[in-house]
């Protein structure tokens, strides 16, 4: 019989504070790893949490970024898989994204030991994160949720001593731009010269490579997974990687890709909420509890299973004396 309680940031909150340790100290750990066994034991499917603190900007400012996915996350995933038993798998997946390389090791390391693999996605699953949902046999998540394009991206120098997100399609666009207009007159190369300047040495090339090798992974990983066995498995994958690879489409990589439009790309896709009202309140839970961990701790990075097994990246705090005599804590 499914729970008749609504489930809020604030209830889960209230909960979260009545949890204490001995010394009076919010227990953050008991509380999130308790929600988390909720799930397993509603499914008889042992969890996985995969979620980054990256929606708080200051965190993510006093982490240096290191909220993406890359491949120092493999001795997470690999610390809270390596006691699962082999079988069907469900992972918790929070993340904006990052090295389509480092998701390639991690979905390696699921397949090896698990199938079938569900993604549960109750916020965002940006870029790469979408890339490793799409590795899924299933993706379960609310209407409120989002997934997001797969287009790769450069991180470029932007000629003022920073640094800008450059999408690989527009530097193809720009580059072919450049090629056609000064073949029709040569006297507009010294105005193209210091932004071809910026592409260095196989840019070009790298950005269709980029291209290729994030539509041609998530195209693999449909065909042996998502859509295996199905007749059309070639056909529903291209359809799928064209959609979501089309940066001249999407015209931004933030944009939001819902339920709705996964569906009707044939993507295995649920709405939680629908197919299974106790599991998404349990999740729900879950979720919060994770969230509170984010927000009352050092935690940026969380990897975690349904039977207490661990490995967070956080962010460390030193004290440091200040003029007046006085001591603060300053991140680092």
């Not at 592409?199 to 070009?204: E, K, M, N």
């Not at 940026?300 to 004290?319: G, H, L, T």
Request: glycine share 6%; aromatic share 8%.
């Amino acid at each position: 019989m499914a729970k008749q309680t609504s489930i809020t940031w604030e209830s889960t909150r209230e909960d979260l504070n009545v949890c204490r340790q001995k010394n009076g100290n919010i227990d953050f750990d008991r509380y999130r790893r308790a929600k988390l066994k909720s799930v397993e034991k509603h499914t008889g499917i042992p969890l996985v949490v995969y979620a980054t603190d990256f929606l708080h900007a200051e965190k993510v400012k006093a982490c240096q970024g290191q909220v993406d996915i890359d491949l120092s996350d493999i001795q997470g995933f690999q610390e809270v898989t390596r006691d699962l038993p082999d079988g069907p798998l469900d992972v918790l997946l929070h993340s904006p994204g990052g090295s389509a390389e480092a998701a390639e090791s991690i979905v390696k390391l699921l397949r090896q030991k698990f199938n079938p693999v569900r993604f549960i996605i109750p916020v965002v699953a940006k870029s790469a994160a979408t890339m490793l949902a799409l590795s899924g046999d299933e993706i379960l998540m609310p209407s409120s949720a989002e997934l997001g394009p797969i287009d790769p991206q450069f991180r470029l120098a932007d000629g003022a001593g920073s640094f800008v997100l450059t999408p690989a399609q527009v530097l193809i666009d720009q580059f072919r731009q450049a090629q056609q207009e000064i073949s029709k007159n040569q006297a507009l190369a010294p105005a193209w010269a210091p932004i071809l300047q910026r592409y260095g040495v196989g840019l070009y090339q790298m950005s269709l490579n980029a291209i290729d090798l994030s539509k041609t992974l998530v195209k693999q990983w449909m065909m042996a997974y998502m859509f295996n066995g199905n007749a059309e498995a070639a056909k529903l994958s291209d359809a799928a990687v064209d959609f979501l690879a089309n940066h001249n489409a999407f015209k931004s990589h933030g944009r939001r890709v819902d339920l709705t439009e996964l569906q009707n790309l044939s993507i295995v896709a649920h709405d939680i909420r629908t197919i299974d009202t106790e599991l998404w309140q349990h999740v729900e839970e879950a979720w919060y509890a994770v969230e509170h961990t984010f927000q009352g701790t050092g935690v940026f990075k969380c990897f975690e299973n349904s039977r207490e097994r661990s490995f967070f990246r956080i962010i460390k705090m030193v004290i440091q004396a200040i003029p007046s005599g006085q001591q603060a804590l300053q991140e680092a």
